[in-house]
């Protein structure tokens, strides 16, 4: 680390898969770039390579238990904090670090506790938790923060009316998102007939409806479509599938180039009612693919102007049979793209930006 640079220490012990993990990745990737700053990352398990601006400490300890990374947050990150002379602080895990004087950058992207749908303690009990337990430290660290960066305008919104922050202190940082290789969509029969859902088996996914919907086609003698989930072939939702007798390919995690491959060769179907920022939808769009979507404020917002997307209620599963079926039956209104979008630009160059101003 070099002596007479500002030094920003960076806490993520919470990320650890999925989409936690890609924001560790990207603001990582990003301060690599950054020589004018120290950086110091205290993660849990991830793998980050250190660099003559970058310094790794790793807690694995704090994956063991809620009681564990309680303890962290608590007392240990505030010591290290002092000991690595931190002039800011960077929180990436939606809570703020327990600290004196030390300005703060919180980055929320937990999107639970600004769900309407209320999810069961009995039924989903993690779920439930972050939406009545974990909101609260959420809320109440947007309001000890200096300043507060979110991924979009509806998080944005949802925040202001959840916690009453000024609307100046918080800023949209939407991600920088790049597609590996050049494939485009090929308007194809095939392709209309091939419906691709990339996301993890989790309950707001809303997998359940893609299988009632799939139920309502086969009943009607639609049988010639096929379906692709990036799902364990043994996870429960697979087995749902195979219960009813529908048949999905479920792939499992994807490289990026083959992710580029499905969104160059099928129609994307997006039907989660809960995200900070819906990866897939922007990476589809950016492909040229056709999709269909849940009627959210987060669609709406990523796919604005976009005349190849249509809408359903993300719980009526016959407005979503009749959307496929119009993909089925060549009835889809496609139009190649007029402005392709290859980059979403702004990412974590901006959140860095505002780390320098503070």
Not at 181 to 203: D, E, V
Not at 283 to 308: K, Q, V
Request: charged share 20%.
């Amino acid at each position: 680390m070099t002596q007479g640079k500002k030094n920003v220490i960076v806490f993520d012990t919470a990320a650890e898969s999925s989409g936690a993990l890609s924001v560790l990745h990207g603001f990582y990737r990003e301060a690599l770039e950054d020589k004018s700053i120290n950086w110091i990352f205290v993660v849990s398990t991830p793998d980050l390579d250190e660099s003559d601006n970058i310094k790794v400490l790793k807690f694995p300890k704090t994956k063991k238990s809620w009681f564990h990374r309680l303890y962290f947050d608590l007392f240990t990150a505030p010591k290290l904090a002092k000991i690595y002379k931190a002039d800011c602080i960077l929180s990436l895990q939606n809570v703020c670090i327990r600290n004196g004087s030390i300005p703060q950058l919180l980055f929320i992207h937990q999107s639970i506790p600004f769900c309407d749908k209320r999810f069961s303690l009995l039924k989903t009990p993690k779920l439930w938790i972050y939406q009545n337990v974990i909101s609260r430290l959420i809320f109440f660290s947007a309001k000890k923060a200096d300043k507060i960066a979110v991924q979009t305008a509806w998080m944005k919104n949802a925040l202001v009316s959840k916690t009453s922050c000024l609307p100046e202190k918080i800023a949209i940082i939407p991600p920088e998102i790049k597609l590996a290789g050049s494939k485009k969509f090929k308007n194809s029969p095939r392709a209309f007939k091939s419906f691709f859902y990339p996301a993890m088996p989790l309950l707001y996914k809303n997998h359940d409806v893609i299988l009632q919907a799939a139920k309502i086609l086969k009943s009607a003698g639609y049988a010639d479509f096929s379906l692709y989930f990036t799902i364990p072939p043994d996870s429960e939702t697979a087995k749902k599938f195979s219960a009813e007798k529908i048949n999905i390919n479920a792939l499992g995690t994807l490289s990026a180039s083959d992710m580029c491959k499905f969104y160059s060769e099928t129609v994307t179907v997006f039907p989660s009612y809960l995200e900070s920022f819906g990866y897939p939808l922007m990476e589809a769009r950016i492909a040229g693919a056709p999709i269909i979507a849940s009627d959210t404020f987060f669609s709406h917002e990523i796919l604005d102007g976009y005349e190849n997307a249509k809408f359903f209620k993300f719980d009526n599963p016959q407005e979503l049979a009749s959307l496929m079926k119009e993909c089925i039956c060549g009835k889809f209104c496609y139009c190649p793209p007029k402005n392709e979008i290859s980059l979403v630009k702004g990412g974590w160059k901006n959140a860095i930006n505002l780390i320098k101003d503070m």
